[in-house]
């Protein structure tokens, strides 16, 4: 079974142009994520989407960035001006229905590596 | 002060040693204890989580949790070089997709074969 995929996997743009990463999760899960890791440190939730829907979107900063979900598959997460401080791994993850498990263990793709000179 | 803290190493061992990994955290309100390995270039990938106190075996690794001292470790025995990552520890309040996981900040391992 295929993995979280991202791609594109490495992205070098100038600072105050725009960006897009894309993902496409597991087959059959619901909820996705979108995580930021710095260097050297872990993780941080954007956002998350069950199915179609936003549901956690606190620490997205919505002035320059957006991100959708269409049909509840695929995702897109923008990020417009690029900021030198973006510069960082773009992780997506998902995982299935927590209804259907115990535990909710969340997949990670390879990350998109962003880099804004 | 960080929810949860981590020293990031890096720690170099040789092969066979056992490895301890650790974890702070100050919300006692975590109950999921996760272990993630994360390959240079790759996603995290979970290695075990424990639900509250205790200990939990699988295979050469052991994860240990201690709620009274809000202290979490990770062994790994009999170390090969391909245990060689970085070992994120991360904590919950709960296991449905509601309740944000968060992450140390890594340490990065190295096995010296």
């Known amino acids: 079974e295929a993995g979280v995929v991202q791609s594109p996997r490495y992205k070098i743009i100038e600072k105050k142009q725009p960006v897009a990463f894309w993902c496409n999760p597991i087959?059959?899960?619901?909820?996705l994520y979108w995580y930021r890791q710095n260097l050297g440190q872990g993780p941080e939730l954007l956002i998350r989407?069950?199915?179609?829907?936003?549901?956690?979107d606190s620490q997205l900063p919505k002035d320059r960035f957006s991100a959708e979900r269409l049909k509840g598959v695929d995702s897109t997460l923008k990020i417009q001006p690029a900021e030198l401080g973006d510069s960082a791994v773009y992780l997506c993850?998902?995982?299935?229905?927590?209804?259907?498990?115990?535990?909710?263990?969340?997949?990670f793709g390879p990350g998109t590596r962003l880099t804004v000179l | 002060q960080k929810e949860v803290e981590q020293d990031p190493g890096p720690l170099s061992v040789p092969e066979g040693a056992i490895v301890s990994l650790n974890c702070t955290y100050s919300n006692s309100a975590f109950q999921y204890f996760m272990w993630y390995r994360q390959y240079s270039r790759k996603g995290p990938e979970l290695l075990m989580y424990?639900?509250?106190?205790g200990n939990k075996e699988d295979g050469r690794f052991t994860a240990q949790v201690d709620k009274s001292s809000k202290y979490i470790s990770l062994f790994i025995r009999d170390s090969q070089p391909s245990d060689s990552a970085t070992y994120l520890c991360a904590m919950s309040e709960g296991y449905s997709s509601a309740s944000k996981i968060i992450f140390g900040s890594g340490t990065r391992l190295s096995i010296r074969p």
């Open positions: 989407y069950e199915n179609e829907e936003a549901v956690d």
């Open positions: 424990t639900y509250s106190s």
């Open positions: 087959s059959g899960h619901n909820t």
């Open positions: 993850a998902s995982s299935l229905d927590p209804r259907q498990t115990s535990y909710n263990e969340q997949f």
